[in-house]
């Protein structure tokens, strides 16, 4: 196998999804845009903001999936794939089920922690209502969108998710435009695009499969020792991305508290890590399957291979956006913002800039190879621990717990992100050694 060539193949149309979609998602933004109040724009990003909050935690159903599958396609062990999918598509809609059963409450809660004006509350109530009503589709196919991930194909869930959008963007401008029911047809089309996606994974999961996808739902849960291993995977994930969320709902807390003109420069620094990602969680998703894959097999000539080589790409993409950042900030700010005074702010902040990618990119390549090996608790022990580390930066000074300004929010946020990265690499030669792999490995 020549092991680069597999690594373009799976990472290119993982990132091409990773930049198409955020593109592709601005539709509902748009539309309302075009319908003639601008509460209308306000409602969108609130309640979007309230779905990708409700659905932030389930993050699991889509790596630990991921993960599960590889080693099983690694094992060539037929059995296994059919009991991760069945399992995970399973505990997708039935958490989803439960998230209608709580629609209300969980409605209630985010509307009070945000606290928007009327009458973006109530247009924002809607939207949230109506497409919550897709939550057991949405975490299903997030279920499957792993699996596919775990059978070494990102061609098939780059397709599903831009289709997805492309849906939603097609019976949004339908209902606004044909049916004119205005601000809620952007919510119905955004709903039936998840459902129909739904439909599209399956369908294409089941051709991979050879046809063979589920069995039988009494043996679903009965097998304890994969059904144990199963959700210890999950729970470590689960509370991995609770970590994250603290660190994400501190940078945008504190930001928001140190004033407008923070928050905003903010916000377009930002875009500067997450576009960087966009590349990188890419590479991460190749990691997670090829050493899903050859861990299950027990191939460690192979394993190291693609560890080095996916190490190589990283440090050379990171090289690359270093580049970017260091010489071309300008354009890139100019290109998000024209207020000529965001752009002067954000002057001030260009050295943490051109830290993102070297201080950030282990975080993303290591994440990889640690779900595709499962070693998941000691995952979510970085987190914790870079998490703290965060906090403890942002607020403990000399003269005692005092609100950051922006300088030392974004030294906490690398070294959060840089912590995870050195705690993992540091581990990662313990958890790929064969001993380790050999007995904590398994696909049944």
């Known amino acids: ?36 109040a601008d509460s209308f724009i306000g409602a969108i990003a609130v309640g979007s903001m309230m779905i990708n909050v409700t659905f932030w935690l389930f993050g699991f159903l889509r790596m630990g999936t991921t993960g599960l599958t590889a080693q099983a396609f690694g094992a060539d062990d037929a059995v296994a794939l059919r009991t991760v999918f069945s399992r995970a598509v399973t505990l997708g809609a039935a958490i989803g089920t439960l998230l209608l059963l709580l629609m209300y409450p969980l409605r209630e809660m985010l509307l009070t922690l945000i606290s928007p004006d009327e009458p973006i509350r109530s247009l924002a109530s809607r939207y949230y209502t109506i497409v919550l009503m897709s939550a057991p589709a949405l975490l299903a196919t997030n279920a499957v969108q792993g699996w596919l991930f775990g059978m070494q194909t990102t061609l098939i869930p780059m397709t599903v998710a831009i289709a997805t959008n492309v849906i939603n963007i097609a019976i949004s401008l339908t209902m606004v435009l044909i049916f004119h029911t205005g601000f809620i047809g952007v919510a119905i089309g955004t709903l039936s695009a998840n459902w129909l996606g739904l439909l599209l994974a399956l369908i294409l999961a089941r051709r991979k499969a050879g046809g063979k996808l589920w069995i039988p739902f009494r043996d679903v849960f009965t097998d304890r020792e994969g059904l144990g291993r199963f959700f210890r995977v999950n729970s470590d994930i689960f509370f991995r991305s609770a970590a994250i969320m603290a660190v994400s709902l501190g940078v945008t807390a504190i930001g928001s508290r140190l004033g407008a003109l923070t928050l905003a420069a903010n916000a377009v620094m930002m875009q500067f890590f997450n576009f960087f990602s966009f590349f990188m969680d890419g590479l991460a998703f190749t990691a997670e399957a090829l050493t899903g894959r050859f861990a299950g097999a027990r191939d460690f000539g192979m394993l190291r291979r693609s560890r080095n080589a996916l190490l190589w790409w990283s440090a050379a993409i990171a090289a690359l956006f270093f580049g970017i950042y260091c010489f071309a900030p300008d354009p890139i700010v100019a290109l998000i913002t024209d207020s000529p005074t965001v752009r002067a702010d954000i002057r001030n902040y260009y050295l943490w800039l051109t830290l993102i990618p070297p201080l950030t990119v282990a975080a993303f390549i290591f994440d990889g190879f640690y779900i595709g090996l499962t070693a998941t608790r000691t995952m979510l022990a970085a987190t914790a621990v870079s998490a703290l580390l965060f906090f403890g930066i942002c607020f403990i000074h000399t003269d005692g717990i005092a609100l950051p300004d922006n300088g030392r929010l974004w030294t906490a946020f690398l070294a959060y992100l840089a912590g995870r990265g050195t705690i993992l690499a540091a581990l990662s030669p313990r958890v790929f050694s064969p001993s380790h792999i050999t007995t904590s490995v398994k696909t049944a």
């Not at 290119?12 to 593109?23: E, G, H, K, Q, R």
């Open 1 to 36: 196998m020549r092991i680069n060539r597999e690594i373009i193949r799976l990472s290119v149309p993982a990132i091409l999804s990773n930049i198409t979609v955020p593109l592709l998602g601005l539709c509902d933004t748009a539309i309302a845009g075009h319908l003639g």
